[in-house]
């Protein structure tokens, strides 16, 4: 999984001058670093979330199909281009996970990662499985049938790559939620990605939103 920084639109000045229009004082001189960041921490504390979305962060990402679909339940705020396999055609990269155990309580999800013979046989069905999808969809290639329909038979593991662009506050739900012991730990690790691409380009804001 990767997240790659592609472009920013404002700064934490951006979130004060926002706030402060409402009382006309967006275009006076700047009040000082500590005001504007207790303006910051107070807008953050108290719910005011509109001045967070005067700003635009986008992500270039690569997640595995499923991890993806999560990202995209988060829709307010957000808008994503995904690449196609209607129109490419290359062997797609196959994501490996680290095999976690089943547990009773599935609102966990998992538990602890499997261990000796239990993994090595996890991780051989699993490549054994996937490689031959992919295998398989080239061979579908080969015979001429369209990528619209070949890409039917690729595994849920394989890595796609889209544009994801939203707001600081937008961003700031996704990493607080999915950083949350109870989400799935691929995304926790992803959230974590997308949390360290962003707090250096607004970082008063981002500690005040995901603390």
């Known amino acids: 999984m990767k997240v790659e920084y592609i472009d920013h639109m404002g700064s934490d000045n951006s979130v004060v001058k926002a706030a402060r229009v409402s009382f006309a004082g967006d275009n006076e001189e700047a009040?000082?670093?500590?005001?504007?960041?207790?303006?910051?921490?107070?807008?953050?504390?108290?719910?005011?979330?509109?001045?967070?979305?005067?700003?635009s962060i986008t992500l270039r990402m690569t997640a595995p199909v499923p991890i993806r679909t999560q990202c995209f339940k988060h829709k307010v705020g957000f808008s994503e281009n995904e690449e196609s396999r209607r129109y490419i055609s290359g062997t797609p990269e196959l994501f490996t996970p680290n095999f976690r155990g089943q547990v009773k309580?599935?609102?966990?999800?998992?538990?602890?990662?499997?261990t000796g013979t239990d993994k090595v046989n996890a991780d051989d069905l699993y490549k054994y499985s996937t490689m031959r999808a992919i295998a398989t969809y080239d061979l579908l290639l080969d015979n001429g049938v369209c990528e619209e329909q070949a890409r039917?038979?690729?595994?849920?593991g394989c890595l796609v790559n889209?544009?994801?662009?939203?707001?600081?506050?937008a961003f700031a739900r996704f990493v607080k939620q999915r950083s949350d012991s109870h989400a799935q730990l691929e995304i926790q690790e992803l959230a974590k990605m997308v949390s360290d691409a962003i707090q250096p380009l607004y970082p008063v804001s981002w500690?005040?939103?995901?603390r």
């Open 31 to 55: 009040r000082g670093e500590d005001k504007d960041a207790k303006l910051i921490k107070y807008l953050a504390n108290h719910g005011h979330w509109t001045p967070f979305a005067h700003t």
């Open 105 to 114: 309580n599935k609102k966990q999800g998992s538990g602890d990662n499997l």
């Open 152 to 156: 039917f038979v690729l595994p849920q």
């Open 162 to 169: 889209w544009y994801w662009t939203g707001s600081l506050s």
């Open 207 to 210: 500690e005040a939103l995901t």
